[in-house]
């Protein structure tokens, strides 16, 4: 494994070339890292969770029974499949660019292994634009196929043990609703009066100490909302995180369960961190047939924008 770093007048980020895993990302003003680390970079080398950074595909969250059209995918969390099973992006290697302002990530992947057909040509791209860290995402598969990429960065703006006193602002009338085995079929749950309601500013304490009966299996959030753009808080600083993806799906790390040292050398809390994961709904290849394919001709392509500010 091999570290990367870039930097401009306000950010500095580290990346890694395996599974283009965002190590570090710092605003100059604070030199606080935004992202939860390990403490041991070696941990990053066999994380099949909880991903910290990692570049997740060809697609992200639950398929249920590892049914993919006609394929039946690898069951790393039987009876389903997540992330992309064993061998997903989180544990390839790859090829790396750096220029003035940009560090690329590029390789040809076969994910047979994870019963994906084909090959894919990945290109993952950081780049430092002002106060602005843009993370692209390109995929093109050998043959048409559904892909849902994903980057599952966890975010504490201020470095504290929790993200108990952050807020968080989602223009979102719905959150998705999960079954008893974490996976989504379609249903939507109405934000009106609960504690998924994020439509004006709200501490994320608020959401993560309340009482939902969703949480009897999920344990907090862990729940997808359909729009592009949302604002993370904590202190006098913000992250706004714009996408062309059409939604973010939330985890609030309700499972760390102290089980490694964050960079702090501090055991890793529950709710230590937000993982923010711009991306399509999870399980759709098994919700509708109205989902995209991607080939040569037509790419997939994500853009997300991360943007910090200061009051």
């Not at 091999?2 to 306000?10: A, D, G, P, R, V």
């Not at 975010?155 to 043990?161: P, T, V």
């Not at 602002?169 to 079954?179: G, I, N, R």
Request: hydrophobic residues 30%; contains cysteine.
């Amino acid at each position: 494994m091999k570290t990367y770093t870039l930097e401009n007048e306000f950010l500095s980020i580290e990346v890694l070339n395996q599974g283009a895993k965002l190590l570090s990302f710092k605003h100059k003003r604070d030199g606080v890292n935004m992202v939860v680390r390990y403490e041991d970079i070696e941990l990053y080398a066999n994380d099949t969770g909880p991903y910290l950074g990692s570049t997740i595909g060809p697609v992200a969250g639950r398929i249920s029974a590892g049914k993919f059209g006609e394929h039946q995918l690898s069951l790393n969390t039987p009876p389903n499949q997540l992330h992309s099973g064993f061998e997903g992006l989180h544990m390839q290697e790859f090829k790396v660019k750096k220029t003035d302002d940009s560090l690329i990530f590029e390789n040809t992947i076969d994910h047979s292994r994870d019963g994906f057909p084909g090959t894919i040509q990945y290109k993952i791209e950081y780049k430092l634009n002002g106060e602005t860290l843009e993370l692209d995402m390109r995929a093109c598969p050998s043959e048409p196929m559904y892909l849902n990429l994903t980057n599952h960065s966890y975010f504490n703006l201020d470095g504290s043990e929790t993200i108990y006193e952050h807020s968080l602002k989602v223009a979102s009338q719905t959150v998705s609703k999960l079954d008893e085995t974490l996976l989504y079929y379609g249903d939507t749950i109405d934000v009106q009066g609960t504690t998924f309601d994020f439509r004006t500013k709200k501490t994320l304490r608020a959401c993560l100490e309340s009482d939902h009966e969703q949480y009897a299996f999920t344990r907090s959030l862990d729940h997808y909302y359909s729009v592009p753009t949302l604002q993370l808080y904590a202190g006098n600083k913000s992250l706004k995180i714009e996408t062309n993806a059409p939604g973010f799906q939330f985890y609030a790390a309700n499972y760390f369960d102290e089980t490694f040292n964050d960079e702090y050398g501090r055991k890793s809390k529950n709710h230590a961190g937000l993982a923010i994961e711009p991306q399509r709904p999870a399980n759709e290849v098994n919700i509708t047939k109205d989902y995209p394919l991607y080939s040569k001709t037509s790419p997939f392509e994500w853009k997300t924008r991360y943007s910090v500010e200061f009051e």
